[in-house]
């Protein structure tokens, strides 16, 4: 718990995003440890912390807006200060069918460089953090330049990027850029968190049943989903807990040797696109 004696502290585990994936993370994970929650939601925070705490997890709610460097740097530090920072797990973001292209550009994008670069100043030997990014960034069709530029260049200069510029008003591709640019980003981040002693990764979703989900299937986009989702055989959304599991992998002991990749987790969906 916050405030216990030095030699007792739990071991730290962070979780950006409160939503339908923060959620199965925090349950997955956050046993036994102090677990901090944050999100740019006052209201999402306070329901699930008070779900988690009722349920036995010592649970801390934070409120962060990801797009703002100082409130990303302070989550961190407070985090670190309270114990050895075991996993950080960052969830927080948005799609096309809820935001602007603008959002999805500050919020996926430039939100997870300040989680990268914020987390990174504090990790300690064994801390893995997890970035969720979304198979669609896989779908993306840019240079190699535009990919270096999206992996290297500082956060503030992000939405500077020409690549950025030329996706203009289009949530969509702005959704499947930003997506691209967490997957570069960390595998950019992995020679950093190394030399720490210490892992990044990103996991990719297909379609998840979250609110985020449900905001897709209601769009123009729900339809081609589900055909999609039927035609690769996978017939269903993902439940959280499916991706909590592999996040849960790459956060823990067994996945010491993986660093700076990317792991699909669509039920086959982009494999099908590929192949068929
Ligand atoms: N659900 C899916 O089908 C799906 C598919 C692929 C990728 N993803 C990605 O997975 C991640 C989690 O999605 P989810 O399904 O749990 O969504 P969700 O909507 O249930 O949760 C997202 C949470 O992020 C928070 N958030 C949004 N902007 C923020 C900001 N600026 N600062 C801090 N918090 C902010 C929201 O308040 C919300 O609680 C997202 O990055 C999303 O793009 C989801």
Redesign the pocket.
């Known amino acids: 718990m916050v405030g216990f004696p030095r030699d007792e502290r739990r071991d730290v585990v962070v979780v ?9 993370v925090a349950r997955r994970i956050g046993s036994g440890r102090t677990l901090f929650l ?4 006052r209201g ?2 306070d329901r ?1 912390v008070g779900v988690l705490r009722a349920e036995g997890y010592d649970a801390h709610g934070v409120v ?5 460097h100082a409130s990303v740097r302070k989550l961190a530090e407070t985090a670190a200060g309270e114990g050895r920072l075991a996993a950080v797990v ?6 096309a069918a ?2 602007s292209a603008r ?1 999805n550009f ?3 994008m430039v ?1 997870t460089a300040h989680v990268i670069d914020c987390f990174e100043a504090v990790a300690t030997r064994g801390t893995s953090l997890v970035c ?5 960034g896989h779908y993306a069709t840019l240079s190699d330049e535009d990919e270096v530029l999206l992996a290297t260049v500082p956060a503030e200069e992000l939405l500077e990027l020409d690549v950025v510029a030329a996706v203009g008003d289009d949530a969509v591709p702005a ?1 499947i850029v930003s ?1 691209r640019a ?1 997957q570069v980003r960390v595998e950019a981040a992995a020679l950093a968190w190394n030399l720490r002693g210490a892992r990044v990764n990103s996991v ?10 449900k ?2 299937a209601g769009s123009v986009y729900g339809e081609h989903l589900r055909k999609m989702l039927d035609a690769c055989g996978a017939g269903r ?2 439940t ?1 807990v499916e ?1 909590a599991d592999v996040i849960a992998f790459l956060a823990g002991p067994q996945a010491q040797y993986v660093n700076g990749t990317d792991l699909v987790v669509d039920g086959g969906q982009s494999a099908w696109l590929r192949r068929h």
Not at 90 to 95: L, M, Y
Not at 132 to 136: E, F, K, L, T
């Open positions: 950006t995003g409160a939503g339908g994936i923060g959620t199965a944050a999100d740019a939601s999402q925070l699930t962060i807006d990801v797009c703002d960052h969830t927080a973001g948005v799609c809820i935001a959002t500050e919020v996926n939100g969720v990014a979304g198979v669609a959704y997506n967490v990719s979703p297909g379609a998840v049943a979250t609110d985020m989900a905001a897709e959304a993902a959280p991706i």
